[in-house]
Antibody
Framework: EVQLVQSGAEVKKPGESLKISCKGSGYTFTTSWIGWVRQMPGKGLEWMGLIYPGDSHTRYSPSFQGQVTISADKSINTAYLYWSALKASDTAMYYC????????WGQGTMVTVSS | QSVLTQPPSASGTPGQRVTISCSGSSSNIGSNIVHWYQQLPGTAPKRLIYSNNQRPSGVPDRFSVSKSGTSASLAISGLQSEDEADYYCATWDDSLNGRWVFGGGTKLTVL
């Protein structure tokens, strides 16, 4: 079964760093893009960026460029989303999704940033 | 403000046919495949259907899509209570060095 399993919910303070993960299984991880999507509370889906784990080529939404870093470790079939300094406005559910059409989604990671 | 425009809400009674529209431009819908996602309450989105009515296994043929120029639409026939969800259209946009764009989402209520 093809699936993406994300890391658990996080509660952080403003200014702290955070890396969340997305582990793929059931398919060849290195040959499918992984995208990250934000969903703020009660809001719609926003595309953040993509990574191709085979060569770590990344593309970012202009809205998120410089705000987050997307990376991958193909040796353990895992993609990451990293913040160096969280803000309260980063509070949201974050989803990873597979492929160039987002055919499979992770279960989501809820990130809460509050002082 | 989303790049793709969807109505915020839609509704219908069981058995009815409902259509959800998605409007874009030549750089996105006009030149790329449109995908539709269903998000049931409290769950992750799942891909529902895309161009030429390609459906993942398990998605009933009550769901169909169409596209004309820079607009697309999702039709749900024989509406069922389990169809109550948020629906999003999405596609690749060739502008700004390329990016994925989503519609704002449509909340479907089954009355």
């Amino acid at each position: 079964e093809v699936q993406l399993v994300q890391s658990g919910a996080e509660v952080k303070k403003p200014g702290e760093s955070l890396k969340i993960s997305c582990k793929g299984s059931g398919y060849t991880f290195t040959t499918s893009w992984i995208g990250w999507v934000r969903q703020m509370p009660g809001k719609g889906l926003e595309w953040m960026g993509l990574i191709y784990p085979g060569d770590s080529h990344t593309r970012y939404s202009p809205s998120f460029q410089g705000q987050v870093t997307i990376s991958a470790d193909k040796s353990i079939n895992t993609a990451y989303l990293y913040w160096s300094a969280l803000k309260a406005s980063d509070t949201a559910m974050y989803y990873c999704a597979k492929g160039d059409s987002f055919d499979i989604w992770g279960q989501g990671t809820m990130v809460t940033v509050s002082s | 403000q989303s790049v793709l425009t969807q109505p915020p809400s839609a509704s219908g009674t069981p058995g009815q046919r409902v259509t959800i529209s998605c409007s874009g431009s030549s750089s996105n819908i006009g030149s790329n495949i449109v995908h539709w996602y269903q998000q049931l309450p409290g769950t992750a989105p799942k891909r529902l259907i895309y161009s030429n009515n390609q459906r993942p296994s398990g998605v009933p043929d009550r769901f169909s899509v169409s596209k004309s120029g820079t607009s697309a639409s999702l039709a749900i026939s024989g509406l069922q209570s389990e169809d109550e969800a948020d629906y999003y259209c999405a596609t690749w946009d060739d502008s700004l060095n390329g990016r994925w764009v989503f519609g704002g989402g449509t909340k479907l209520t089954v009355l």
